[in-house]
């Protein structure tokens, strides 16, 4: 049976040329064996993305490549925003072991059908998937994809590239659109986990009158009166700074960890004592109040790091990182924190990933999370 092993690097440079020619000289100082690449690349290579992956494949002779463009992005204790960059990372594993997902309901729908075979018999549950921002179904699809492979456990992101022109997704091709990436076998073992970057204020509460968005009763009291007991008689009396601080939270039905889903409170009215959430709402749904800060967020990213420690034993391999775009240098300060806190906790490990527009784990879209996984 093929070593699974990983080799990573990231450059910058005035232009595709130059980071191509950076990447492939520290990847192919020695005979490359791998089969599968993964690329992130910033904003400002998009519209190079293509040349890129072509160069990367025709140098190295690796044929299958997922990845996707990021506001920034990630690799092994450093983070890379506002210039030219790609982080790239080669994974050798055993032969058969993986599939590319693509892009689009009809195409995903015929190639697992096509390899129902292939799934059966190697226990192929688990994948890394890159989504399109634009498409409003994407929640739907991951649950979709998730339950198709019964069960899956999907990590990955959104796309976050600030061009509405190049969102754009790498599997095997450039795609857009819909959700892409790659299958993985049983034979590629793997951990993973969620860092939510939040702290719940109070109780959880249920949610007794609503209307699409807005909230007008919880627990059978005025939302805006329950709202302002968790969160405190200080920020109850200037409510103009729960902007960017307050958020809504959502708990996942049946985990075990206590995750949830956050979403934004987008409006308040003080006289009808009404609360507008970034999401839609239905009655005797359960929701919480979350304060999101540096303190929180680190707090919760050690809690993730120990517990991702404590499972691979010693043994990491390679990873990837996909985090919030609001997360990095907005929340854990400008010098790449965010990146050396897994390698301090960790190691290092060749590791890739990027910042982005909505985190994927397992079957939900989350946003305001970091979701760290590794192959061990």
């Known amino acids: 049976m093929t070593a699974i092993s990983f080799r990573s690097t990231c450059a910058t440079g005035d232009d595709w040329e130059v980071i191509a020619d950076r990447c492939l000289a520290e990847l192919c100082s020695e005979p490359v064996k791998a089969n599968l690449g993964f690329l992130y690349v910033t904003d400002a290579l998009a519209r190079h993305l293509d040349n890129l992956l072509q160069r990367l494949r025709e140098k190295t002779g690796v044929q299958g490549w997922v990845g996707t463009v990021g506001a920034g992005i990630c690799h092994t204790g450093r983070e890379i925003y506002d210039e030219p960059a790609a982080a790239v990372m080669l ?12 892009s689009g309901i009809e195409p995903l729908s015929d190639m697992l059908a096509a390899n129902g075979d292939w ?38 992101g959104l796309t976050s590239s600030g061009d509405e022109h190049f969102q754009q997704q790498i599997a095997g091709e450039i795609t857009e659109g819909g959700l892409s990436g790659v299958l993985f076998s049983g034979e590629v073992p ?9 702290t719940p204020l109070g109780s959880k509460h249920v949610i007794t009158a609503c209307s699409g968005n807005v909230i007008s009763e919880l627990d059978g009291k005025a939302a805006l009166d329950v709202f302002k007991q968790d969160i405190g008689e200080v920020l109850s009396h200037d409510l103009s700074r729960v902007a960017g601080y307050i958020f809504a939270g959502f ?24 609360l507008a959430v970034g999401d839609n709402l239905e009655n ?90 590794l192959f061990v």
């Open 284 to 373: 005797d749904a359960r929701i919480m109040f979350c304060r999101r800060d540096g303190d929180a967020a680190r707090e919760d990213m050690m809690r993730m790091l120990s517990d991702l420690a404590r499972r691979a034993k010693g043994q990491i391999r390679g990873g990837v990182y996909y985090s919030c775009l609001g997360r990095g240098r907005y929340q854990f300060g400008e010098n790449s924190e965010e990146l050396n806190m897994i390698r301090d906790q960790l190691g290092d490990f060749p590791l890739v990933g990027f910042f982005a527009n909505g985190e994927i784990s397992h079957s939900r879209l989350y946003g305001y999370t970091g979701v760290l996984t």
């Open 119 to 156: 799934l059966a018999e190697k226990h192929a549950h688990f994948a890394i998937v890159h989504g399109d921002p634009r498409n409003s179904y994407l929640p739907q699809i991951i649950e979709s994809l998730s339950a198709q492979l019964d069960p899956g456990f999907l990590v990955g």
């Open 190 to 198: 793997v951990i993973s986990s969620l860092t939510q970057g939040c």
């Open 91 to 102: 994974a050798t594993l055993p032969q058969d072991s993986y599939r590319l997902l693509p």
């Open 251 to 274: 708990p996942v039905p049946g985990s075990d960890t206590g995750d949830y889903l956050v979403r934004n409170l987008i409006g308040i009215d003080p006289e009808e004592k009404l």
